[in-house]
């Protein structure tokens, strides 16, 4: 009975780490859509745009301290306060602020976002299986991402850019019912054997993630928008955008076939799904053609970020680099929007351009290190 209970405690800890990811996620999943809402209520361009940035900024700022003190700090304590942040910041922003300090609530609200993830992280991939755990995790927050930017433009005509924000302040509450479930495990011992490799291949591989994140955030944050300026109506950019979001989910799965059709493969299909889409947008498409291409895009992105960790944690499983990359993931997704604000007012090919030549570093960089180290086929664990 006691070990039944044992592993019902911990499967509770796990989706409620799965939850907590999904709370924490809650507004760069659905940004394109967000961004959208906000410039169709008045807001300046500009100010969105940076808004964006500083919300991921302080994911990223957040998720390199958590790593820090989270060991030293009780975890239910933690993910409490950080949640009440989240909540606080966004009913703040409700009131729809202009300038310094619609960017400050932003800010502060990916302050709570990135403590709550990096958590949630840690807590799913306590898991038993933790392959398994994570593969269940992309399928919840694409899930979520799809539903909320669907339901964007119908919850933006009935409740106001305002609304939305209340309604990710009660998502952020609602994540205090899980504080009972939060379990801080105990250090588990990690293989810390190197894997091989050239010496400079951890740099290569570590460049490679942070070019890669960093055109995605370039684009991510406008993906709507420029669906919009085409003439394309904001449903069905909204439809569009939906699909891709289911679209990423089998993009995500396809990484784990790494060890059967090579790693450098994977990565030069994962870039062409990624560049040509982008590529194609500089055109005029109808919606139809703009939905089958973000479709593409999202499932060739959801391919290559687990794709990139998985290389990387063949170097080091003791985890250093994957915490690394894991960091750049997010400052390379928080630098992006402000690096494609300024070229607004260029239109949307300037962006389109540098997103794409950002992706073929990526894969450059990648490239390099895989054949230099020799990993085509690694064992991960």
Same mark, same amino acid.
């Given at each position: ?42 807001? &300046? ?6 808004? =964006? ?24 304590? #933690? ?8 909540? =606080? ?60 930017? @669907? ?16 309604? #990710? ?42 070019? @890669?994140?960093?055109?995605?955030? +370039? ?24 699909? !891709? ?7 995500? @799965? ?13 990565? +030069? ?16 498409? &109808? ?15 959801? #391919? ?7 290389? +990387?944690?063949?170097? &080091? ?16 997704? !928080? +630098? ?11 239109? @949307? ?16 960089? =990648? ?15």
């Amino acid at each position: 009975m006691g070990e039944h209970l044992k592993q019902a405690t911990g499967m509770g800890a796990v989706i409620a780490g799965m939850a907590l990811v999904v709370i924490g996620m809650q507004v760069f999943i659905i940004q394109p859509g967000l961004v959208s809402v906000l410039i169709a209520s008045g807001m &300046d361009e500009s100010v969105v745009g940076y808004a =964006a940035s500083a919300e991921i900024f302080g994911i990223a700022l957040a998720t390199i301290a958590a790593a820090s003190i989270g060991g030293r700090l009780r975890w239910s304590w #933690l993910a409490g306060a950080a949640l009440m942040v989240m909540a =606080a910041a966004n009913l703040a922003s409700a009131v729809a602020p202009s300038g310094e300090v619609f960017l400050l609530l932003r800010l502060l609200a990916g302050l709570g976002a990135g403590i709550v993830i990096s958590l949630g992280y840690a807590m799913v991939g306590a898991a038993p299986d933790p392959d398994r755990a994570f593969g269940h995790l992309i399928v919840a927050v694409l899930v979520y991402g799809a539903l909320g930017i @669907f339901g964007m433009p119908q919850a933006a005509a009935s409740l106001g850019a305002g609304g939305i924000f209340g309604l #990710l302040a009660l998502m952020a509450a609602a994540g205090l019912a899980l504080l009972p479930l939060i379990a801080q495990p105990a250090p588990a011992e990690r293989d810390l054997r190197p894997q091989g490799g050239p010496g400079a291949g951890p740099y290569l591989l570590l460049g490679a993630v942070f070019l @890669f994140f960093l055109g995605q955030g +370039v684009v991510w944050a406008f993906l709507s928008l420029i669906g919009e300026r085409m003439g394309i109506a904001p449903q069905s950019v909204a439809n569009g955008l939906t699909i !891709a979001q289911l679209a990423g989910i089998p993009g995500a @799965f396809a990484a784990s076939l790494g060890h059967r059709i090579g790693h450098r493969r994977l990565i +030069v299909i994962g870039t062409i799904g990624c560049v040509v889409p982008l590529a194609a947008m500089t055109m005029r498409l &109808d919606a139809v053609g703009y939905g089958i291409g973000i479709s593409i895009f999202n499932a060739a992105a959801n #391919l290559m970020t687990p794709l990139l960790v998985a290389i +990387v944690a063949g170097i &080091d499983r003791g985890g250093s680099l994957v915490q690394r990359a894991a960091a750049l993931q997010m400052l390379g997704l !928080a +630098v992006g929007p402000a690096l494609s604000t300024p070229l607004i007012a260029q239109g @949307f090919g300037p962006i389109l351009a540098l997103s794409i030549l950002l992706f073929l570093l990526c894969c450059l960089l =990648a490239m390099l290190d895989l054949r230099g180290a020799g990993r085509e086929q690694p064992q991960i664990n």
